[in-house]
């Protein structure tokens, strides 16, 4: 039997379906069955089982129209009360999971401190269901499946969670150097050793001349390019801006919710406060807008820098302040705990309601596919995070540099400024994937300019506030262009694919992707050199390590590593 494509909504009291058949079907043969939190319908050679979150009520209205020349039957289902609203209708995913693949996600994705009694429940779960799987599902989930028992100790590996080898072996040395660019096999070469490689190939590959020539922007190609406002980023300025309100109507005055890192010492809390404020604008009578217009008159939008003096002067809004975690605190949920740095807090301003974002056809279908590697060894929150910035930092940065509409350098741009995708080396916090961005930025591209890294933060900062969907179209545009390149949809299996399915089923990934954008911000704006202690372990780590200490550095071009001394002195001694 075959998963039809299909699409969930909601509309009023009811759970709206939609169903991609072939020509030839015969829709009058159809049959349907609504019970409880199931809906199931077959018509040959189709077979779809739907499970919600929430309870369907047969007999209250339930029909089905069929559109003859999209070939697309509608079903309204009705909702058991009217008024509730059904949750992970955008993640297709979970719900044609069975209740053993159900189980078997929330022990991978779960707290390590689950309780042993749920663990065994769901080892003993016998699967009991048609499995539903796409044509070609299994095939891109087998090599995940091969490599989901082994440990990434016992050899050289590599994706996600590092928890894939042997993928390179049978292809030729020079189909792994079109993949990569690696000059050693994959398969011969440890974590510690790619990274070493990619490190000496940027120090070798720097040229400070064209690095200076770039600079000058004396054509506007840079000005030219940071006037391109991306799409997200009007999305975003139309929910501060309130524009939901209809004809005639006044703009409602909802209060801005502001994202907050404390000073040190704060706790755990909500990071998120709330101020009866306009939307455009504080109560200092400052405007709040998005980032915008060229290289002169760049700024940083949403942006409220705090000084302890004028946080007082504030009253109670800011002493009110809900606490976030600390910097990084989304990796001390994982065990790596970074401790926040004294002087002036930072306020992004978000939107209260969020907007809303509908995949496509075509994003449908691959989320329909995707799904994540049973794993001996999880990835910690901090190397999930620090991966999905070093791929939205190249995603970013090809959409400025195309301004939107893509092209045939999309595949360079994309997988030459990812260390993941050019040598499969990602980064382990998001410090280290803001500065490994920042030098192939600076090394490699056209457009080599400080201003644009600015901008791609900025950008990238402001998708993570919007959540989860904007994240993940970011992340199925980079999987498109990859599964259409010979070879290459190899990164898309060891790496797009399970951290796509990662974020559709984990928890709270919204607020985990606001805490990601409040670090990210933080690193970006930083003036000088914080020292911090780290601990954890991760898939990459031993169990047990000390807490270490780590000097954070400003994100500026001195300290990013690259010879820019060497060169002045060799200048000096000629």
Same mark, same amino acid.
Request: glycine residues 6%; contains cysteine.
């Given at each position: 039997?075959?998963?039809?494509?299909?699409?969930?909504?909601?509309?009023?009291?009811?759970?709206?379906?939609?169903?991609?058949?072939?020509?030839?079907?015969?829709?009058?043969?159809?049959?349907? *069955?609504?019970?409880?939190?199931?809906?199931?319908?077959?018509?040959?050679?189709?077979?779809?089982?739907?499970?919600?979150?929430?309870?369907?009520?047969?007999?209250?209205?339930? !029909?089905?129209?069929? *559109?003859?020349?999209?070939?697309?039957?509608?079903?309204?289902?009705?909702?058991?009360? #009217?008024?509730?609203?059904?949750?992970?209708? %955008?993640?297709?995913?979970?719900?044609?999971?069975?209740?053993?693949?159900?189980?078997?996600?929330?022990?991978?994705?779960?707290?390590?401190?689950?309780?042993?009694?749920?663990?065994?429940?769901?080892?003993?779960?016998?699967?009991?269901?048609?499995?539903?799987?796409?044509?070609?599902?299994?095939?891109?989930? /087998?090599?995940?499946?091969?490599?989901?028992?082994?440990?990434?100790?016992?050899?050289?590996?590599? /994706?996600?969670?590092?928890?894939?080898?042997?993928?390179?072996?049978?292809?030729?040395?020079?189909?792994?150097?079109?993949?990569?660019?690696?000059?050693?096999?994959?398969?011969?070469?440890?974590?510690? &050793?790619?990274?070493?490689?990619?490190?000496?190939?940027e120090m070798s590959d720097f040229d400070v001349d064209a690095l200076l020539f770039a600079f000058e922007d004396a054509e506007g190609e840079v000005a030219q390019v940071l006037r391109?406002?991306?799409?997200?980023?009007?999305?975003?300025?139309?929910?501060?801006?309130?524009?939901?309100? &209809?004809?005639?109507?006044?703009?409602?005055?909802?209060?801005?919710?502001?994202?907050?890192?404390?000073?040190?010492?704060?706790?755990?809390?909500?990071?998120?406060?709330?101020?009866?404020?306009?939307?455009?604008?504080? *109560? %200092?009578?400052?405007?709040?807008?998005?980032?915008?217009?060229?290289?002169? %008159?760049?700024?940083? #939008?949403?942006?409220?820098?705090?000084?302890?003096?004028? %946080?007082?002067?504030?009253?109670?809004?800011?002493?009110?302040?809900?606490?976030?975690?600390?910097?990084?605190?989304?990796?001390?949920?994982?065990?790596?705990?970074?401790?926040?740095?004294?002087?002036?807090?930072?306020?992004?301003?978000? #939107?209260?309601?969020?907007?809303?974002?509908?995949?496509?056809?075509?994003?449908?279908?691959?989320?329909?596919?995707?799904k994540l590697p049973r794993l001996l060894f999880p990835p910690s929150p901090a190397e999930v995070e620090a991966l999905t910035a070093d791929l939205l930092f190249s995603e970013a940065?090809?959409?400025?540099?195309?301004?939107?509409? /893509?092209?045939?350098?999309?595949?360079?741009?994309?997988?030459?400024?990812?260390?993941?995708?050019?040598?499969?080396?990602?980064?382990?916090?998001?410090? *280290?994937?803001?500065?490994?961005?920042?030098?192939?930025?600076?090394?490699?591209?056209?457009?080599?300019?400080?201003?644009?890294?600015?901008?791609?933060?900025?950008?990238? &900062?402001?998708?993570?506030?919007?959540?989860?969907?904007?994240?993940?179209?970011?992340?199925?545009?980079?999987?498109?262009?990859?599964?259409?390149?010979?070879?290459?949809?190899?990164?898309?299996?060891?790496?797009?694919?399970?951290?796509?399915?990662?974020?559709?089923?984990?928890?709270?990934?919204?607020?985990?992707?606001?805490?990601?954008?409040?670090?990210?911000?933080?690193?970006?704006?930083?003036?000088?050199?914080?020292?911090?202690?780290?601990?954890?372990?991760?898939a990459r780590q031993p169990m047990l390590v000390d807490a270490k200490k780590v000097t954070l550095y400003p994100l500026t071009l001195v300290h990013l590593g690259l010879p820019f001394?060497?060169?002045?002195?060799? !200048?000096?001694?000629?």
């Amino acid at each position: 039997m075959i998963t039809p494509m299909f699409e969930c909504s909601q509309e009023g009291g009811f759970v709206v379906i939609h169903l991609v058949l072939s020509a030839i079907c015969k829709v009058m043969n159809a049959v349907f *069955d609504i019970h409880e939190t199931q809906f199931t319908f077959y018509c040959s050679p189709y077979y779809l089982r739907l499970r919600f979150d929430q309870c369907l009520q047969e007999g209250k209205g339930e !029909r089905a129209t069929y *559109d003859l020349e999209a070939n697309v039957l509608t079903v309204y289902l009705p909702k058991a009360n #009217p008024t509730e609203v059904f949750t992970k209708l %955008d993640n297709p995913a979970y719900l044609i999971a069975t209740e053993k693949q159900r189980a078997s996600l929330i022990q991978v994705l779960s707290v390590a401190n689950s309780s042993d009694a749920a663990t065994d429940a769901g080892e003993e779960l016998e699967e009991i269901e048609y499995v539903q799987s796409l044509p070609d599902a299994a095939a891109m989930g /087998g090599a995940a499946d091969r490599s989901e028992s082994l440990a990434p100790a016992e050899q050289c590996s590599y /994706g996600f969670a590092n928890a894939f080898s042997g993928l390179f072996q049978k292809l030729d040395a020079d189909v792994v150097r079109e993949v990569v660019s690696l000059g050693d096999n994959p398969e011969c070469t440890t974590c510690e &050793g790619r990274r070493q490689l990619r490190l000496a190939a940027e120090m070798s590959d720097f040229d400070v001349d064209a690095l200076l020539f770039a600079f000058e922007d004396a054509e506007g190609e840079v000005a030219q390019v940071l006037r391109y406002v991306p799409a997200h980023i009007r999305d975003f300025e139309s929910a501060l801006r309130g524009s939901t309100a &209809g004809p005639g109507e006044e703009q409602a005055l909802l209060p801005v919710v502001f994202a907050s890192i404390p000073e040190s010492g704060a706790g755990r809390a909500d990071p998120l406060e709330e101020e009866e404020a306009t939307l455009l604008g504080g *109560d %200092d009578a400052r405007p709040v807008t998005v980032w915008s217009g060229n290289v002169a %008159d760049f700024k940083k #939008p949403l942006i409220e820098e705090l000084h302890p003096a004028v %946080d007082g002067e504030r009253g109670p809004i800011a002493s009110e302040t809900t606490a976030a975690a600390p910097a990084a605190s989304v990796s001390s949920q994982a065990g790596a705990s970074i401790a926040a740095p004294p002087g002036p807090r930072t306020r992004l301003a978000i #939107p209260r309601v969020r907007p809303s974002l509908q995949f496509s056809r075509e994003e449908t279908e691959v989320l329909m596919r995707v799904k994540l590697p049973r794993l001996l060894f999880p990835p910690s929150p901090a190397e999930v995070e620090a991966l999905t910035a070093d791929l939205l930092f190249s995603e970013a940065y090809d959409d400025l540099a195309t301004e939107g509409s /893509g092209c045939s350098e999309s595949l360079w741009n994309l997988t030459q400024l990812s260390p993941a995708l050019s040598y499969l080396d990602p980064a382990d916090t998001l410090y *280290d994937a803001c500065v490994a961005f920042a030098r192939r930025a600076l090394v490699y591209p056209l457009y080599r300019h400080f201003a644009l890294l600015q901008r791609v933060w900025a950008v990238v &900062g402001t998708r993570l506030l919007l959540g989860r969907n904007y994240t993940i179209r970011a992340l199925l545009r980079i999987r498109i262009i990859l599964s259409h390149a010979e070879h290459k949809h190899l990164l898309s299996t060891i790496y797009l694919d399970p951290l796509i399915a990662y974020w559709m089923h984990v928890s709270e990934a919204d607020e985990r992707l606001m805490r990601m954008a409040l670090e990210i911000h933080q690193h970006v704006s930083r003036t000088e050199p914080m020292t911090v202690s780290t601990s954890g372990a991760s898939a990459r780590q031993p169990m047990l390590v000390d807490a270490k200490k780590v000097t954070l550095y400003p994100l500026t071009l001195v300290h990013l590593g690259l010879p820019f001394l060497e060169e002045e002195e060799d !200048r000096c001694e000629e």
